[in-house]
């Protein structure tokens, strides 16, 4: 197969990154990409979809990984994995002796190893440029799930409709889930047994990098978890917190004590994001040195210094985020060319250790393997999002009144980074607009 044919294959099928930001899978097929890496790192506390996914199905998704590597050309592939994920790796080594240009990575068990940027430090020695693309450095990264949706369009031209997704915390019966993609969050907690409190806060795509949705909203190509959480919680609590008190907090109690730029992951890998310098700037209103402003372009926003690293328990990353997109909204650029250091020697040393993470956001009662369920579940009704990654919005193909078959194309790719979006259940369409469509199953 043709990069082009794949590029095809994959647009029309709708795979686009099953997590994070959803950069659209045929715009990662690239000849300049050397090494392909499978990332397996499932780094954020209580996420076990990806090593569960890749245990069940490894033969499956080794092979199309093999096809991946060979229609781009790299020389290897990588699997970078957590040590701890033993019977994954098990599995794994079954088949890997059929793939010669296939290897194991083994990672430790620290945040942040799924960062994209951190992932290619850890598997290949190679550092991306702030603010550069893994291509750059001739690697390209797909996660378990994207190259099981990968296989399925490749081999028989299925549409993305499903979305594994793993829902815990204050439920009864903590497990992953196969939802048709514009399930609602609350059906989808259903099939998780009871709730056990009252006025659950929903936290979607788990703790560090997670955000509060309402239970009407719907999973989307990119929903990892659900985390069912009691309103008072840390994690709310920070989630819900007024930047402009934060910003006063910091003011009075920030000790400049560099914790959270001696842990910060990026910084560690040489990257000019220095948050105790953005705090200092930022809570004395200190404009005469920009540096610290403009460097926030340079945060991968993984929480780690304000959700670990910071002893007041002051909010490093929901500050820069704000000052980040306050930039961005007035059209101010990254600097062209940002000042880069040496990976730090100390950087081994200064890794997050996951159980001291999960400790550290109270999350450690909700550990559990939440098994996954293989069949697909029904639900009564989809809400699907036509803008469900980065990159353009598709464009209506429906109407009110249609019945459709399940994979039938509801969105059509639009230009710039755009892809198809499929039905995920037999129905017929109640509302349409440009930005959803509703199908009663
Ligand atoms: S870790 Fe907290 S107290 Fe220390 S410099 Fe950073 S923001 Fe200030
Ligand atoms: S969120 Fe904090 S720790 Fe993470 S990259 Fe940004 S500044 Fe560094």
Do not use: W
């Amino acid at each position: 197969m043709t990069i082009d044919e794949l590029k095809k294959i994959l647009r029309e099928s709708g795979v686009v990154g099953a997590g994070g930001a959803g950069f659209p899978t045929y715009a990662k097929l690239d000849e300049r990409a050397n090494t392909i890496l499978l990332n397996c790192a499932e780094c954020e506390p209580l996420l076990t979809l990806h090593r569960q996914l890749l245990k069940l199905r490894a033969e499956e998704i080794l092979k199309a990984f093999e096809e991946v590597r060979k229609t781009v050309k790299a020389t290897e592939g990588i699997i970078g994995i957590k040590s701890e994920y033993t019977a994954t790796i098990n599995e794994l080594n079954k088949y890997i002796d059929d793939y010669p240009a296939i290897r194991i990575k083994e990672l430790p068990g620290a945040y942040p190893m799924g960062d994209e940027v951190v992932l290619i430090y850890e598997a290949t020695g190679k550092v991306v440029r702030p603010g550069g693309l893994p291509i750059e450095q001739g690697v390209a990264v797909f996660n378990v799930e994207t190259m099981y949706n990968v296989s399925k369009a490749m081999n028989a031209k299925l549409g993305v409709t499903e979305k594994l997704v793993t829902i815990v915390g204050e439920v009864t019966d903590p497990k992953t889930v196969r939802l048709p993609i514009g399930t609602s969050i609350d059906e989808a907690v259903s099939f998780a047994g009871d709730v056990k409190i009252e006025e659950p806060v929903y936290f979607v795509g788990v703790p560090m990098m997670g955000r509060i949705m309402k239970g009407s909203d719907p999973i989307t190509k990119t929903t990892n978890a659900i985390l069912v959480l009691p309103k008072d919680h840390t994690l709310v609590l920070k989630k819900q917190a007024d930047t402009s008190i934060q910003l006063n907090r910091a003011a009075s109690i920030c000790c400049q004590c560099q914790m959270c730029t001696d842990l910060c992951p990026r910084h560690a890998l040489g990257h000019p994001i220095e948050p105790h310098l953005f705090m200092r700037a930022a809570s004395n209103r200190d404009f005469q040195d920009m540096n610290p402003f403009l460097n926030t372009f340079y945060c991968s926003s993984c929480g780690l210094c304000e959700l670990f690293s910071c002893p007041q328990g002051l909010q490093p990353r929901t500050l820069i985020t704000e000052y980040k997109n306050g930039l961005r909204a007035k059209g101010v650029k990254p600097p062209a060319e940002p000042k880069v250091h040496d990976v730090i020697r100390q950087r081994d040393d200064r890794k997050a250790p996951e159980k001291r993470l999960a400790a550290r956001l109270g999350v450690t009662q909700y550990e559990c393997e939440a098994l996954l369920e293989e069949d697909t579940k029904s639900v009564r009704q989809v809400k699907i999002n036509l803008s469900q990654h980065i990159g353009a919005p598709s464009k209506l193909n429906v109407k009110v009144g249609d019945v459709l078959k399940k994979g039938d194309i509801v969105g059509l790719a639009a230009d710039g980074l755009g892809v198809n979006i499929h039905a995920s259940v037999d129905g017929k369409v109640v509302e349409a607009t440009d930005k959803y469509v509703k199908i009663k199953a």
